[in-house]
C-alpha cells in the first residue's frame, strides 16, 4: 500500500515555472514506477509523465515534452514534476500515481494522490 499526497500547485501566469511534489508513505516506495497525470475540467484525465523506479528512464506526453521535467529522490520518497513555460491548457488538477511495475507506462498504476490545482493565466 502506498499513500500519495501532491503539492506545490498554485496560480502562475503564462510562461512561469511550478514545481510539484508528490510525498509517498508505505512500502518499497523505491520499486514503483511514478506518475504524473492531469484532468482539466471537462475532459478526460490524461497522462503527462513518468520515471521509472530508478530514474533511468523518463516518458512524456508530446505536449509536455521539452517544458516538464520528472524527476525522483528514493531517500525522501518523492517525486517531482518541474513545469516551466507554462500555457493556459495545461491548467488542470494534477495527480501523483504510483505503479507496481518496474515497467514504465502510461497506464496500470496502482494508487493515486487526491490532486493539486494548477491554473495558468494568459
Known amino acids: 500500500q502506498v499513500q500519495l499526497v501532491e503539492s506545490g500547485g498554485g496560480l502562475v501566469q503564462a510562461g512561469g515555472s511550478l514545481r510539484l511534489s508528490c510525498a509517498a508513505s508505505?512500502?518499497?516506495?523505491?520499486?514503483?514506477?511514478m506518475g504524473w497525470f492531469r484532468q482539466a475540467p471537462g475532459k478526460e484525465r490524461e497522462f503527462v509523465a513518468a520515471?521509472?523506479?530508478?530514474?533511468?528512464?523518463?516518458y512524456y506526453a508530446d505536449s509536455v515534452k521539452g517544458r516538464f521535467t520528472i524527476s525522483r529522490d528514493n531517500a525522501k520518497n518523492t517525486v517531482f514534476l518541474q513545469m516551466n513555460s507554462l500555457k493556459p491548457e495545461d491548467t488542470a488538477v494534477y495527480y501523483c500515481a504510483a505503479r507496481a511495475s518496474r515497467v514504465v507506462a502510461r497506464t496500470g498504476y496502482d494508487y493515486w494522490g487526491q490532486g493539486t490545482q494548477v491554473t495558468v493565466s494568459s
Open positions: 520515471i521509472s523506479w530508478s530514474a533511468s528512464s523518463t
Open positions: 508505505g512500502r518499497a516506495f523505491s520499486s514503483y514506477t
